[in-house]
């Protein structure tokens, strides 16, 4: 007689671009360097809560190469294997971004730098080159271009970063700073305490008395015929 157990998906952590602001990133909060930043924070959230963050500390100062874990006293580091889903994997895809920052958090997880940014179709990284895309360079030079060029396309692509006060040369000191309050306290936002007797709002459409029904059946009737 076979006995089968019920499998069943537990999510050790979680981490998304929304909490971003929390660390000092209010814009630009689906590029590149931030999702290495959720990958970075993700990371450190995980091994504050099993107790790993003390012993895995990844790379504290990012440099763009690689770097793999290595077993450091009794336990080893959280092993994860990246599952990316639908989502592209194309080279230089944001979802690798998420992968870099996680194992430079201090995660254990089987990668190449094949699809790093920096990596060329011969295989050479060039570590500078990932680096520079991390800590949001591109996104610097792009701005400072257009606002040479076209100063009404920086303002409506780039409205946000203007509100914020946020000019080219500060984007990669926002990212050194929001890695740091990371490493500082990775740990999730307090959930609301919700008052005694809070109902959430309903959005569903309220059952009608069968005397309400015959009624919009009639008027439903009475339009029809109207039209015919």
């Known amino acids: 007689k076979q006995w089968y157990q019920r499998r069943v998906a537990i999510t050790a952590g979680d981490a998304r671009?929304?909490?971003l602001p929390?660390?000092?990133?209010?814009?630009?909060?689906?590029?590149?360097?931030?999702?290495?930043?959720?990958?970075?924070?993700?990371?450190?959230?995980?091994?504050?809560?099993y107790g790993l963050d003390e012993t895995y500390k990844g790379v504290e100062a990012v440099t763009g190469e690689d770097y793999y874990i290595e077993k450091?006293?009794?336990?080893?580091?959280?092993?994860?294997?990246?599952?990316?889903g639908l989502a592209r994997t194309s080279s230089g895809a944001r979802i690798f971004?998420?992968?870099?920052?996680?194992?430079?958090?201090?995660?254990?997880?089987?990668?190449?730098?094949?699809r790093f940014p920096g990596c060329n179709a011969e295989g050479e990284y060039d570590a500078a080159a990932h680096r520079s895309r991390i800590m949001g360079s591109h996104i610097s030079t792009?701005?400072?271009?257009?606002?040479?060029?076209?100063?009404?396309?920086?303002?409506?692509?780039?409205?946000?970063?203007?509100?914020?006060?946020?000019?080219?040369?500060?984007?990669?000191?926002?990212?050194?700073?929001?890695?740091?309050?990371?490493r500082a306290?990775?740990?999730?936002?307090?959930?609301?305490?919700?008052?005694?007797?809070?109902?959430?709002?309903?959005?569903?459409?309220q059952r009608m008395s069968l005397q309400q029904r015959k009624g919009r059946v009639a008027q439903q009737k009475a339009a029809?015929?109207?039209?015919?």
Not at 23 to 45: C, D, E, I, M, W
Not at 72 to 84: N, Q, S
Not at 224 to 228: G, I, K, P, T, V
Request: with cysteine.
């Open 17 to 19: 671009s929304t909490e």
């Open 22 to 49: 929390r660390f000092g990133v209010k814009v630009g909060l689906t590029n590149y360097a931030s999702s290495y930043a959720v990958g970075l924070l993700l990371a450190r959230r995980l091994n504050q809560k």
């Open 72 to 84: 450091e006293g009794e336990r080893g580091a959280f092993y994860c294997v990246l599952d990316t």
């Open 97 to 114: 971004g998420v992968l870099k920052g996680a194992v430079d958090g201090g995660l254990d997880i089987p990668h190449s730098n094949k």
């Open 142 to 182: 792009y701005m400072s271009s257009l606002m040479d060029d076209d100063e009404d396309s920086y303002k409506r692509q780039f409205s946000q970063y203007i509100s914020h006060g946020i000019m080219p040369d500060m984007i990669e000191d926002m990212y050194t700073k929001a890695h740091a309050a990371i």
């Open 185 to 205: 306290d990775p740990s999730p936002t307090p959930k609301k305490v919700l008052k005694d007797g809070y109902k959430p709002k309903s959005y569903k459409r």
């Open 224 to 228: 029809f015929l109207a039209l015919h």
